[in-house]
């Protein structure tokens, strides 16, 4: 990415070739106010059109993306330089969610009736969950298409309007998906793109217009980005960065472990919020681990597997952690020679303290630290130790145990026998606790996310007698109250 002279523009370049792949505006403050005026127009729109028109439009969009996947997953490959086909798999997966949130919008955010009690039985009550209006995205340029639409397609699902900011490196897919959902709904501009650096984020996010804010990105850039909304109490739904744990228990498929492992840790350049970058090995199957992982590690390399470092400065960051493990721990695979710009080869490194940055700090590159644990308690326990809490990993044959491991262990997500599979599941919320963010997006809970619920309590008959909420009150009907209320709930249970 870089800025034109006169700074009202800025190039989207190929991280692989250093090549333009295109160049957009910078746009202002003035830009974006009047991008979410638009859109609080086409917000009353959206949401009047009902919940089966918006199905149907969201479901054609769904086909127009599907249909577009193959030149969309081109300018993911050219914006980010990862191969295509795991651009065309980001979008597949984009796709299953967008079709998931229309399908389902209506059961979960529709009207039901809610059951009331003996007290206020001559009432009847119901609950929804209304649009919000406009929600602000701000997305990461790792998954420049699954990451955002995870946002963007259950904001659309719910009945909101949607102004997005893509990641400066990725402006070209922000675009693009904004003129394919135009194909599909071209009366207003229910989703609209906004292009720039970081200030046209911040813009976005001080606007007291937009109702929500979501965000991807850094833990750090997470919180400049409240700050801004703090002002105008809009609320936000935050999924930060990881420093995801992967166990692998005496019982397990070690050779399966030790692929999905690397997949995990190497893919995307190892650029993967929910990626691994943490292993811990019983004792019992530390070895044969050890040897599978390396074998099959041998054979990837940056440039042909996997693509290149796509944020120049996140290099330094690899570097220096790559740089502490190998000094306080025993190299594996790569070292600080891994490091080509704009490439890093894989590198293991085993028996690197828990202090180390390469432990405690996200690396965001094709890098995995492993050690040797007595158990898979000390394991767990040893993942746990983290201020980050996006997402882990457990292999194991004993389903139980390894189900009761994934509940104890201190993330939003856990795969057990795979890895990242919780993020291809649509009715499976995502994000985060701790420096991981929170808030979740996917699922009904992520419908729920950019909807505000309403409660509705209608009085269907009076009763006799026990007018409560009246000044007309009588010593009589608090008594028979206190008397009913004492024989629902009075009696102790043991």
Known sequence: MTVTSESTTFDSTNPATGEVVGSYPKQTAEEVREAVGRAEEAARWW????????????????????REARSLARLVHEETGKPVGDAALEIVLAVTHLDWAARNARKVLGPRRVRTDLVTLNMAATLEYLPLGVVGVIGPWNYPVFTPMGSIGYALAAGNAVVFKPSEYTPGVGVRLAELFRESVPEQPVF?????????????????????????????????????????????????????????DADADVAAAADACL????????????GVERVYVVDAVYEPFMKALREKAAGIKAGEQYGPITMPGQLDVIKRHIDAAAKSGKVVLGGPESVRAPYVDPVIVEDVPEDSPAVREETFGPTITV??????QEALELANASSYGLAGTIFSRNARRATELARLMRSGMTAINSVISFAAIPALPFGGVGDSGFGRIHGADGLREFARPKAISRQRFAVPGMNLTSFTRGEAEMERLLKLVTFIHGRRKR
Do not use: Y
């Open 192 to 248: 609209q793109t906004v292009t720039g650096l970081g200030e046209t984020g911040a813009h976005l996010a001080g606007d007291p217009r937009v109702k929500k804010i979501a965000f991807t990105g850094s833990t750090a850039t997470a919180k400049r980005v409240m700050a801004a909304c703090a002002e105008n109490l809009t609320p936000i739904v935050a999924e930060c960065g990881g420093k995801d744990a992967f166990i692998v």
């Open 47 to 66: 949401a009047d059109l009902g919940w089966a028109e918006r199905r149907l439009r969201l479901l054609d969009f769904k086909a127009v993306l599907t």
């Open 263 to 274: 997949w995990g840790a190497m893919s995307n350049a190892g650029q993967t919020c929910v």
């Open 371 to 376: 050690r040797r644990t007595r158990d898979a």
